[in-house]
């Protein structure tokens, strides 16, 4: 699979790849950025992406673990941490909430790992997800969504498992689409952000653990035949 992610410095060629090709994708799409286009932005030649990845499907999954090792590590820190202080009690849902999804969007508050830059390439991949994409995040994401899932019927035991997957599906959704930007609201609406990006981040992260707590804490739908 080629060459092994430089350790020695941030200016290496497998490290301007990445970082090109991060940025490439979030603003095009996987499927409209060639390679050609991602070596002319990091200044190698047009082989150090085989060299390096062995392919583009090998780029793009680099990109996204770079970033996501470090996502499902303090996601499970996190909840290790409560579990561990809770002392075999349940959890509260707001916590289990804001552990997985708030921490993803405080994310887009670091650069060390990706900013808003990582945080909307992710949301696009969900949004417009190759195949392969698809089966990579699930691979990755396996452990940490059941850790949180189980932790999720815990702390509703009135809630069937199967209801609180289907709304950890939707929760993931909604999030995925918020952190793509705002581009699309402001399409139906005649909304205009006046606000840096820092307030418009807080803002976003509160609303939408509300919208998500709501969701999760909604009454159980009714069955048609009741």
């Not at 089966?135 to 609180?164: G, H, M, Q, W």
Request: contains cysteine; aromatic residues 8%; glycine residues 8%.
């Amino acid at each position: 699979m080629g060459q092994p992610l430089s350790s020695s410095g941030n200016d290496g060629p497998d490290i301007r790849i990445l970082d090109a090709a991060e940025r490439l994708f979030m603003e095009h799409g996987y499927e409209a950025t060639s390679t050609r286009m991602v070596t002319r932005d990091a200044a190698v030649n047009l082989a150090a992406v085989n060299y390096y990845f062995g392919s583009k499907e090998g780029l793009m999954q680099a990109v996204l673990r770079r970033r996501l090792d470090w996502l499902n590590r303090e996601r499970l820190h996190l909840l290790d941490a409560a579990e561990t202080e809770a002392r075999g009690a349940p959890l509260k849902p707001s916590l289990i909430v804001d552990y997985f999804f708030g921490t993803l969007l405080r994310m887009g508050a670091r650069p060390e790992t990706g900013g808003q830059t990582f945080q909307r390439l992710l949301g696009r991949t969900h949004t417009e997800p190759a195949a392969f994409i698809s089966t990579f995040l699930a691979s990755e994401y396996a452990d940490v969504v059941n850790r949180y899932k189980s932790a999720l019927c815990r702390a509703l035991p009135d809630v069937p498992r199967e209801e609180i997957v289907w709304r950890f599906h939707f929760m993931l959704g909604a999030t995925a689409y918020a952190i793509t930007g705002t581009d699309s609201l402001q399409l139906i609406t005649d909304w205009k952000m006046e606000e840096d990006v820092q307030v418009q981040a807080q803002k976003l992260l509160a609303r939408l653990m509300s919208f998500l707590l709501g969701g999760l804490r909604a009454p159980l739908p009714q069955s048609r035949s009741a």
